[in-house]
């Protein structure tokens, strides 16, 4: 190969031609390559593109890179495909709320089958960012703010894109990003810094992308942010020391676009061509959209500023995965406009959506048991932004959807009631605008209604990239709304519409009853009519806190205890709070209802003790105390109490689902071991230190009085 060859492999493109009409998802940045895509292509002068789909065009480009290159090398396509294709799945953060990652592997399994039959090799997801602070817009996308969980979901969501074998027509690479540290960004500001301690980085930010590429990921992207002062981009202790040298990764790192580039603003180097050398000597194989490889590397490497063998090296990783997904023996592969057309919006695909929907839902509160509804006899005001609203079904990051034939939620509601005439939809206010004459016409609804359905929330441009938000209120105007219905006097119920946690004020948060409903997809209304109607019983739970203000961001449950934790609401003075709001959340980590209740029994700890090598069984009994069959969500949490280091308050180590018929009754048990229990000392040494240790078996991050167990050892061992 030659050198231009050699970096022809490390560059990736946006699709200049297949743009369609979908919105704008990066910055309009990078060489304008539409007239010269032939050519490029048979110079051999990329791997390939993103963000364009269909299989015919993909075919026919394919076909220049076969018939018409020097080295007939196939060409990649990649593209962000988050959550779902046409077919479009809840947003990742509200299906993480299902707490079942067997469903996200089913989930992301669909989208691989439609976006492959569309044209793609590889995905730029799972993202798999840690979320803390819910003014970051990105929170979204991930898996919310707990590194058990989160590994979890980042492990299912690999394996379900990727599939039975990556060679296989309906798998997709996947790519775990950001690698690393994203969603630590300061004041939850897109692309901002992030400083962390190292032993929050490895505890707390790393633990995702470990058990992603202990599930096979064969690619990462390296993200925008700078770490402690060294850029992603430029992080060869990260990049190069942890991925390649100590975890062993074989797959190839693409960086963020543009991200090289942005080397020279970050400040860490001097021009474009030095940006080149730093990002390729950190270990950034691929350079996305910026054109930075091909235009610099080969001088730099015959000038000997970079030796060949990294480029050599780097050529030969994205080889090999183009290898792995069976390009060379079928570079036709996934481009198939039959498979296209079979495979594209599928029921199988579709009833998953409506499936993955309704277990993405949370029910926040219900007072009085208001819901489920009936489904006649009762007249409803369906009042706010999003109640007959179609375009912000999808959410962010969802370019491929096609929404044509998606379920509103005044679609989703009329369907299943009696007398489709007893629902009255009154939009009220947009969302972040006043209509006028708006709020007259949503109370008057509201008043010849006897229950009212409250449908308010995040338009999709407000959360996502670079939709970061300076407060996690609901705008003024749905505020003000609500504030007037309530006075009405009418039974609400709010159905939240978000792509984080929000922080509920005044008539919202004193609602009867609360719903969390994310973006969900193409099966939106009818999902949320399952679960009012009592089709479904909810049984999701809470990913993210939901704080009591928006002052408490960064907030989550597993923060470290102070020397002045508040732990009496009534002696306020002195203790860690900020003046008018205790440090606590509204809604907690873990918290969701179902429609029935259910009793954890106190848990047992066996001998209570746990030898170094042995294991621990903690049991608890649970039973259906309401009157409906129901879905719990058993969660497993510990804290160490007295450590070398402050340890937080809580760590999830453990989930198991349960559906459970009304009056039965079953034991949970989790096994615990000394792995469970380490950490991170001062000196990174990964170490459980013997003592005492507190274990809750727990509806919610919050809830259950621990039992206390022992691991037995001596403090001095390693
Ligand atoms: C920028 C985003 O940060 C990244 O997640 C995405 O994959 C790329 N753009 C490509 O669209």
């Known amino acids: 190969m030659t050198l231009a060859e050699k970096a022809g492999q490390l560059s990736i ?50 076909r220049l890179a076969i018939e018409e290159s020097r080295l007939k090398i196939p060409l990649l396509f990649g593209a962000d495909v988050l959550h779902g294709f046409a077919t479009v799945f809840p947003i990742p953060l509200g299906e993480t709320a299902s707490f079942d990652p067997g469903l996200a592997e089913r989930t992301a399994r669909a989208a691989a089958i439609e976006a492959s039959a569309n044209g793609i090799h590889w995905t730029f997801a799972p993202m798999i960012d840690i979320g803390r602070d819910q003014r970051w817009g990105r929170v979204a996308e991930g898996a919310g703010e707990d590194p058990y969980l989160g590994s979890l979901f980042a492990a299912a969501r690999v394996r379900g894109f990727q599939g ?33 301690s190292e032993q929050t980085l490895h505890e707390v930010y790393l633990p995702p992308f470990k058990a992603a590429f202990d599930a096979g990921a064969l690619s990462t992207m390296s ?49 474009d061509r030095d940006a080149t050398r730093l990002a390729i000597l950190a270990g950034v194989d691929i350079s996305m959209q910026s054109d930075l490889y091909n235009l610099h590397l080969p001088s730099l490497v015959e000038r000997g500023e970079v030796p060949m063998a ?61 819901l489920p509804l009936r489904k006649s006899s009762q007249k409803i005001a369906l009042i706010g932004p999003f109640g007959a609203d179609a375009d912000n079904l999808a959410g962010p990051w969802s370019p491929f959807s096609d929404m044509k034939d998606a379920v509103s939620l005044e679609q989703g509601l009329r369907a299943v009631l009696r007398d489709p005439a007893s629902l009255k939809v009154v939009k009220g206010c947009d969302p972040e605008q006043i209509i006028r004459g708006g709020l007259d016409e949503a109370v008057a609804a509201a008043k010849a209604a006897d229950i009212v359905l409250l449908a308010l929330g995040e338009s999709q441009d407000m959360s996502g990239e670079a939709a970061s938000r300076a ?16 006075d009405v006097g009418k039974p609400v119920i709010v159905l939240l519409r978000n792509g984080r946690a929000l922080a509920l004020e005044g008539a919202v948060r004193d609602a009867s009853a609360i719903v969390v409903t994310w973006f969900l997809g193409t099966e939106t209304g009818n999902a949320i009519a399952d679960v009012l109607f009592g089709d479904h019983s909810p049984s999701g739970r809470l990913p993210v806190s939901f704080p009591q203000s928006s002052g408490q961001q960064p907030f989550f449950y597993g923060h470290r205890n102070t020397g002045r934790p508040q732990t009496n609401p009534k002696d306020p ?6 003046r008018y709001v205790t440090h606590e959340a509204l809604f907690p980590f873990g918290h969701g209802l179902t429609y029935s209740q259910f009793r954890y029994g106190e848990p047992e700890v066996g001998s209570g003790k746990l030898a170094w090598d042995g294991a621990i069984t903690i049991r608890t009994k649970l039973t259906n105390i309401g009157t409906r069959e129901a879905e719990e969500t058993v969660q497993l949490y510990i804290h160490d109490r007295v450590a070398s280091l402050t340890r937080p308050v809580r760590e999830l180590k453990g989930i198991q689902k349960l559906k459970l018929a009304a009056g039965a009754s079953r034991v949970v048990s989790f096994k615990l071991t000394r792995a469970d229990l380490c950490f991170y000392d001062a000196a990174m040494n990964f170490i459980a230190e013997p003592g005492e240790f507190e274990v809750w078996v727990a509806p919610s991050a919050t809830a259950g009085t621990p039992k206390v167990f022992v691991l037995e050892g001596s403090p001095l061992r390693p």
Not at 164 to 176: H, T
Not at 244 to 258: A, L, M, N, P
Not at 327 to 339: A, I
Not at 471 to 485: G, K, N, R, S
Request: proline share 5%; net charge positive; hydrophobic share 40%.
């Open 13 to 62: 493109y946006s699709d200049p031609m297949r743009i369609g009409t979908r919105r704008q998802i990066n910055p309009d940045a990078g060489p304008k390559i539409d007239n010269g895509l032939a050519q490029r292509i048979r110079e051999g002068r990329l791997i390939g593109l993103f963000n364009g789909v269909g299989a015919a065009e993909g075919r026919a480009l394919q």
């Open 164 to 196: 039975q074998r990556l060679s296989d027509a309906d798998s997709l690479l996947a790519c775990p990003k950001h690698f690393v540290g994203y969603g630590g960004a300061i004041g939850g500001m897109d692309y901002n810094s992030v400083e962390m």
């Open 223 to 271: 993200a925008f942010n700078d770490l402690n002062g060294v850029p992603m981009m430029a992080h060869r202790p990260l990049l190069t020391g942890l991925l390649r040298e100590q975890w062993k990764f074989r797959g190839i790192v693409v960086s963020d676009y543009t991200a090289d580039r942005e080397l020279v603003m970050h400040g860490v180097a001097r021009d």
């Open 310 to 370: 990294v480029v050599d090296e780097a050529v030969r990783r994205v080889l090999r995965v183009k290898k792995l997904l069976g390009l060379f023996d079928n570079p036709y592969r996934s481009l198939d406009p039959v498979v296209e057309q079979r495979d594209t919006h599928t029921p199988a695909a579709r009833s998953l959506a409506r499936e993955s929907a309704r277990a993405s839902i949370v029910l926040l509160k219900n007072e009085g048991q208001l």
């Open 471 to 486: 407060d996690i209120l609901l705008p003024a105007v749905q505020q003000a709304l609500a504030e007037a219905i309530v």
């Open 573 to 578: 003075y002195w203790k860690t709070r900020y």
